[in-house]
């Protein structure tokens, strides 16, 4: 079945500092979707990306779908305390179910 | 639009014992998903729901694990002679199905513990 692999795991870095997320997909997807966790909450939609070598940003935050359709990052610039939580990226084949992937948990020290 | 619902917000039970879950989906949302997530993990793909059909069930859900969702509106997912292994958060969220563009609506979850 669809697999989707999310590294690192973890990820602390000091305030202001870069941080990138990256997300493979075991098969050619049709659209990848990016969720942030808060500590204690529920995962929240951030954004979709469905054509082939896509990028979109939000603030600090850039996202980026492959070219094959089948991996993508997210990347934040100059993190700051309200970033803390766990990305998630989920992938999705035509109209079957969301995948998700292990997600990456991200720590920052002020 | 109130958000996707779901109660208890906690529930804790004896090994053995059968409980239930409600979730309220965002009303004109015609997909509804089961999810189960443990500390540390992403997102475990438990069954989903188009309108009332369940569509896919998870392997890994051993029959212990029953969902319904009568009438495409509200769901329930019921676990029988629950085991230690079962504590967990259980998430559902649901969506609007447009062409192959959905973004899912998590609810708050319920978090389960099995003594």
């Known amino acids: 079945g669809q697999q989707v692999m999310q590294i690192p795991q973890y990820q602390h870095v000091q305030e202001g500092e870069d941080f990138t997320t990256y997300c493979n997909s075991s098969?050619?997807?049709?659209?990848i979707q990016w969720y942030k966790q808060r500590p204690g909450g529920h995962p929240v939609f951030l954004i979709q990306l469905v054509k082939s070598g896509e990028v979109k940003k939000q603030k600090r935050l850039t996202f980026q779908f492959g070219e094959a359709k089948k991996n993508s990052s997210l990347h934040i610039t100059a993190t700051q305390t309200t970033d803390v939580g766990t990305y998630f990226c989920?992938?999705?084949?035509?109209?079957?179910?969301?995948?998700f992937g292990q997600g990456t948990r991200l720590t920052i020290n002020p | 639009d109130t958000g996707v619902s779901q109660n208890p917000r906690h529930k804790i039970t004896k090994r053995g014992q059968n409980v239930t879950f409600r979730c309220d989906p965002i009303?004109?949302?015609?997909?509804l998903y089961w999810y189960r997530q443990t500390l540390g993990q992403g997102p475990e793909f438990l069954t989903y729901f188009q309108n009332e059909a369940q569509l896919e069930k998870s392997r890994l859900l051993s029959d212990r694990f029953s969902a319904e969702r009568p009438k495409g509106s509200f769901s329930t997912l019921e676990i029988q002679r629950t085991e230690q292994g079962d504590s967990a958060m259980y998430l559902c969220?649901?969506?609007?199905?447009?062409?192959?563009?959905?973004?899912?609506?998590f609810g708050s979850g319920t978090q389960l513990s099995v003594l």
């Open positions: 098969t050619t997807l049709s659209n």
């Open positions: 969220a649901s969506s609007s199905l447009m062409g192959f563009d959905e973004k899912l609506f």
């Open positions: 989920a992938g999705q084949r035509g109209a079957q179910k969301l995948v």
């Open positions: 009303s004109e949302h015609n997909r």
